[in-house]
């Protein structure tokens, strides 16, 4: 019960004398809430860009991979020269897959390159022309703003209709309705029969600057000689394992591989490997960011420490009168421990509001993702409760140790 009354009157006193110095408190939890304010808005950004990454590249689904000649990724020239010998995918590979392969839910195939597309007088460059078969659409879990996707009936008579991303709305038919009306590919009419639903961004980079078309419509005009990319859904994310092995067994034995050939001839990638990709890119870029932000908090700290520090030296004949009627170092310590925690929390605070605004305007001005979490206040409020703790240590245990017969003398 006494040691109750003990942190209360600690506390009592250590609100009244911050409440009596307004001006140092205030300079005090500008230190802390600088400090604060950059750890949180930097948590913050980071933490919806990550979840923006991982949606992005998670959307066609945690059970879905492709198998590639190439790689998506190639990191050396060796690597590029390495590959290039590889033979194409072709779509007898694709239909041997889609008939053997037991674990798998949906097949389908695609092959794309970069054209220019027109509408009368108007025209859009480097737009990705994609050749899908009957199950793409339906594995990479596209949804329809307006209109329809293909029926096989179109993709088996390579039917020239076809499917458009918002880019294409928005730059050849602002303002109007684009269905049935025809686009032109390498001077061919396409009829438009539906709009996929927006997909946005990523680094920069739209993903709605396409045109989809049927694959045997593509393969038509440009022929076979590219091959396909085999997208494939398993049955369960927990079987992607045993699907991609199984996958990879079926094609070695189509092709005729050995235990002897290291090389399988073809790729089986994940969005993981996207993933992997951007968190090697910006581990860096965060570990600087974090940096900068500590940075800030104990340049917060220090402003603490010397704040009471000076406290100390201005209340000396006080904390004498104090410890002449009886009290002891412990109290005097907790007394000042306390007055610095209590400012670094009320700093801390009033930092995670502040940062979350920041947080907020940054991503209202640069579209960055905002992902608010409670765990980041939390960490704000452990963060400046550490900063008070370890930078208030040293002016109370200095306050704690003064002899009351010198600390009486003080004027």
Same mark, same amino acid.
């Not at 020269?81 to 779509?91: G, V």
């Not at 339906?138 to 458009?164: D, H, K, M, W």
């Not at 709605?208 to 859904?233: C, E, F, H, W």
């Not at 990638?269 to 968190?279: G, K, N």
């Given at each position: 019960?006494?040691?109750?009354?003990?942190?209360?009157?600690?506390?009592?006193?250590?609100?009244?004398?911050?409440?009596?110095?307004?001006?140092?408190?205030?300079?005090?939890?500008?230190?802390?809430?600088?400090?604060?304010?950059?750890?949180?808005?930097?948590?913050?950004?980071?933490?919806?860009?990550?979840?923006?990454?991982?949606?992005?590249?998670?959307?066609?689904?945690?059970?879905?991979?492709?198998?590639?000649?190439?790689?998506?990724?190639?990191?050396?020239?060796?690597?590029?020269?390495?590959?290039?010998?590889?033979?194409?995918?072709?779509?007898?590979?694709?239909?041997?897959?889609?008939?053997?392969?037991?674990?798998?839910?949906?097949?389908?195939?695609?092959?794309?390159?970069?054209?220019?597309?027109?509408?009368?007088?108007?025209?859009?460059?480097?737009?990705?022309?994609?050749?899908?078969?009957?199950?793409?659409?339906?594995?990479?879990?596209?949804?329809?703003?307006?209109?329809?996707?293909?029926?096989?009936?179109?993709?088996?008579? =390579?039917?020239?209709?076809? +499917?458009? *991303?918002?880019? !294409? /709305?928005? #730059?050849?038919?602002?303002?109007?309705?684009?269905?049935?009306?025809?686009?032109?590919?390498?001077?061919?009419?396409?009829?438009?029969?539906?709009?996929?639903?927006?997909?946005?961004?990523?680094?920069?980079?739209?993903?709605?600057?396409?045109?989809?078309?049927?694959?045997?419509?593509?393969?038509?005009?440009?022929?076979?000689?590219?091959?396909?990319?085999?997208?494939?859904?398993?049955?369960?994310t927990e079987l992607m394992d045993k699907t991609q092995e199984?996958?990879?067994?079926?094609?070695?034995?189509?092709?005729?591989?050995?235990?002897?050939?290291?090389?399988?001839?073809?790729?089986?990638?994940?969005?993981?490997?996207?993933?992997?990709?951007?968190?090697?890119?910006?581990?860096?870029?965060?570990?600087?960011?974090?940096?900068? =932000?500590?940075?800030?908090? +104990?340049? *917060?700290?220090? !402003? /603490?420490? #010397?704040?009471?520090?000076?406290?100390?030296?201005?209340?000396?004949?006080?904390?004498?009168?104090?410890?002449?009627?009886?009290?002891?170092?412990?109290?005097?310590?907790?007394?000042?421990?306390?007055?610095?925690?209590?400012?670094?929390?009320?700093?801390?605070?009033?930092?995670?509001?502040?940062?979350?605004?920041?947080?907020?305007?940054?991503?209202?001005?640069?579209?960055?993702?905002?992902?608010?979490?409670?765990?980041?206040?939390?960490?704000?409020?452990?963060?400046?409760?550490?900063?008070?703790?370890?930078?208030?240590?040293?002016?109370?245990?200095?306050?704690?140790?003064?002899?009351?017969?010198?600390?009486?003398?003080?004027?």
């Amino acid at each position: 019960m006494r040691r109750s009354r003990v942190w209360l009157e600690a506390y009592r006193i250590a609100l009244e004398n911050l409440l009596a110095n307004k001006l140092r408190t205030t300079l005090t939890l500008l230190g802390i809430i600088v400090g604060v304010t950059a750890v949180i808005a930097v948590v913050t950004v980071i933490e919806g860009l990550n979840k923006k990454v991982s949606q992005t590249f998670m959307s066609q689904g945690s059970n879905v991979f492709s198998v590639r000649r190439l790689p998506q990724v190639i990191l050396s020239r060796d690597e590029f020269l390495k590959f290039n010998k590889r033979k194409t995918l072709t779509n007898e590979d694709a239909y041997f897959v889609n008939e053997n392969c037991k674990t798998c839910a949906k097949v389908g195939w695609d092959s794309g390159s970069l054209k220019v597309i027109k509408f009368k007088n108007q025209k859009s460059e480097g737009v990705f022309i994609r050749g899908v078969s009957p199950k793409v659409i339906n594995i990479e879990g596209l949804n329809f703003s307006i209109g329809r996707p293909f029926t096989e009936q179109e993709i088996n008579t =390579s039917a020239y209709v076809c +499917v458009i *991303g918002w880019d !294409v /709305v928005d #730059n050849l038919f602002p303002g109007r309705d684009p269905l049935n009306k025809e686009i032109r590919i390498d001077d061919l009419p396409f009829k438009i029969i539906g709009v996929t639903e927006r997909l946005g961004t990523i680094f920069g980079f739209s993903r709605d600057n396409y045109v989809m078309i049927p694959v045997s419509a593509y393969q038509k005009i440009y022929g076979t000689r590219s091959g396909v990319n085999i997208l494939v859904a398993a049955q369960e994310t927990e079987l992607m394992d045993k699907t991609q092995e199984e996958i990879r067994q079926l094609l070695r034995a189509r092709r005729h591989k050995t235990y002897r050939d290291e090389d399988d001839g073809f790729a089986i990638e994940t969005s993981q490997i996207f993933l992997d990709l951007y968190s090697n890119a910006t581990k860096n870029i965060y570990l600087v960011s974090f940096i900068i =932000s500590g940075i800030s908090l +104990v340049v *917060g700290g220090i !402003v /603490v420490m #010397n704040i009471m520090l000076v406290s100390v030296t201005e209340r000396t004949r006080e904390i004498g009168v104090r410890k002449a009627l009886g009290a002891r170092k412990f109290d005097i310590l907790i007394q000042f421990l306390i007055e610095a925690v209590t400012i670094s929390v009320l700093g801390g605070v009033l930092g995670i509001i502040i940062g979350y605004s920041v947080a907020y305007l940054i991503s209202f001005y640069t579209g960055f993702p905002l992902f608010i979490r409670a765990s980041s206040g939390i960490l704000g409020v452990a963060v400046s409760s550490a900063v008070g703790i370890i930078f208030g240590v040293y002016p109370a245990s200095r306050a704690a140790k003064l002899d009351p017969i010198e600390a009486l003398r003080s004027e």
